[in-house]
């Protein structure tokens, strides 16, 4: 029978011989909150691109009984498999509500979907709740807030009954309110859905993380509970290890990737030290303009 989860075995995507992600072998169960991260480059976004079909890979992906490996994307999109990018990408000029019934309606033909609907459809209503944006629903997509924004694309995920949800980067340049309000969003759609987050705002996954995979030069350096993970030395060994590998090249860049993964490791080393309690520290948890 089929069960709920998310099977990477042995996974391996080469752009020209060069090996981004290196026979990663994953598991994530429903009602999981699996956060991946890893320094810049480690291969966070080809692993979600190979899953969702973006990037050709080798190896084995099963979703829900499903095997999604060797299927083209919009078929693995009709398996259940949503997935986001750093950018929300939203229909501006058209409403919340439309923008979450053209999703809805991405398995109907144009005829349907251009016929005057009468009403709310209870899907899209549903959505609507979740996301918090049942009082914006007539307003156009592209005055929404920068949050509100992601999250009417993660509504459009679950109109389109997306099982597993792929998200890169949801938080990125969101306000503190934002975050938690999506991390809350996250933590209730996990509870029925398979959510998988590339992220890396130290603060968000250790507030929500329900169990983290840390990835790094392709493969799986370390997998466990965030604080399991923050107490491995070899995840502290590589956040500081790429810190003193950029600091071979003293660019601006470079410059800012050592202070923001300074600061990663800082975090780490906090938690470790004083629990979950370290949490309001440090603001640095992303490193901007490197990836
Ligand atoms: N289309 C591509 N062609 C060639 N190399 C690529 C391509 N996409 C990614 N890479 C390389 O693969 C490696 C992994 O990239 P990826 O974007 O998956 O890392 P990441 O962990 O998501 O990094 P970041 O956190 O910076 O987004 C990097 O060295 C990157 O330059």
Known sequence: MAT?????????????????VDKVNLTVLKGDLRFLIGPNGAGKTTLV?????LVPST????????????????????????????????????????????????????????????????????????????E????????????QKQWLEIGMLLVQNAQLLLLDEPVAGMSADERDQTGRLLQRIAQERTVVIVE???????????????LAAGKVLSEGTVAQVQADPKVQEVYLGTAAHAAGAPTEDAAAL?????????????????GAGAQASAGVGRSEGTG
């Open 136 to 147: 914006l629903a007539d307003t156009p997509a592209g005055i929404l807030a920068h949050g």
């Open 258 to 274: 050592i202070a923001a993964q300074a600061a990663q490791v800082e975090e780490l080393v906090e938690v470790t030290d004083h």
């Open 59 to 134: 190896g084995y992906v099963e979703f829900a009984g499903q095997q999604l490996s060797g299927r083209k994307v919009h078929r693995i999109a009709r398996m259940g498999v949503g997935r986001t990018f750093q950018t929300a990408t939203v229909f501006e000029k058209l409403t919340v509500v439309q923008n979450l019934d053209i999703a809805a309606g991405a398995g109907r033909g144009p005829l349907s979907l251009l016929r005057r609907r009468r009403g709310v459809p209870p899907t899209v209503a549903e959505a609507l709740e979740t996301i918090g944006l049942t």
């Open 200 to 214: 890396h705002d130290m603060d968000f996954m250790r507030a929500f993380a329900k169990s983290v995979t840390v």
């Open 4 to 20: 709920d989860y998310l099977q990477i075995t042995d996974v391996t995507v080469t752009f020209d011989g060069f090996v981004a």
């Open 49 to 53: 691109d190979a899953v969702s079909g």
